[in-house]
C-alpha cells in the first residue's frame, strides 16, 4: 500500500508557474508508474502526465499540457513533480497525484492509489 499527499497548489496569473509534489509514503517507491490527473469544476478527471517507474525513462503527457509541463521523479525523496510553467486559465483544477504497478498508462481506472488532490487557479 502506498499513501500520497499533494502539495504546491495555489493562485498563479497566467503565464506563471508553479511546481506541484507528490509525497509517497512505503519503500517501494520507486516500483510504481506514477501519474497526474486534474478535475475542473463541472468536467471528468483528466489524465495529465505519467512517469514509469524505476529511473522514470518512459514520460506521457496529455497534448494541452505537452511543451509546458514537465514530469519528474526522485526515488531517494519517494516524491514524484509536475512543473507546470506558461499556465493558463484553463489549466485551473483540482489536481491529484496516483500510482499504479505496472506499465505506463494514461487510463485513470488502471491508477489504484490516489491523493486527496491540490487546487490550482490560474487567473486571466
Known amino acids: 500500500q502506498v499513501q500520497l499527499v499533494e502539495s504546491g497548489g495555489g493562485l498563479v496569473q497566467a503565464g506563471g508557474s508553479l511546481r506541484l509534489s507528490c509525497a509517497a509514503s512505503?519503500?517501494?517507491?520507486?516500483?510504481?508508474?506514477m501519474g497526474w490527473f486534474r478535475q475542473a469544476p463541472g468536467k471528468e478527471r483528466e489524465f495529465v502526465a505519467a512517469?514509469?517507474?524505476?529511473?522514470?525513462?518512459?514520460?506521457y503527457y496529455a497534448d494541452s499540457v505537452k511543451g509546458r509541463f514537465t514530469i519528474s521523479r526522485d526515488n531517494v525523496k519517494n516524491t514524484v513533480y509536475l512543473q507546470m510553467n506558461s499556465l493558463k486559465p484553463e489549466d485551473t483544477a483540482a489536481y491529484y497525484c496516483?500510482?499504479?504497478?505496472?506499465?505506463?498508462?494514461?487510463?485513470?481506472?488502471?491508477?489504484?492509489?490516489w491523493g486527496q488532490g491540490t487546487q490550482v487557479t490560474v487567473s486571466s
Open positions: 496516483a500510482a499504479r504497478l505496472g506499465t505506463t498508462t494514461t487510463r485513470e481506472g488502471l491508477y489504484l492509489h
Open positions: 512505503g519503500r517501494t517507491f520507486s516500483s510504481y508508474t
Open positions: 512517469v514509469s517507474s524505476g529511473s522514470g525513462g518512459n514520460v
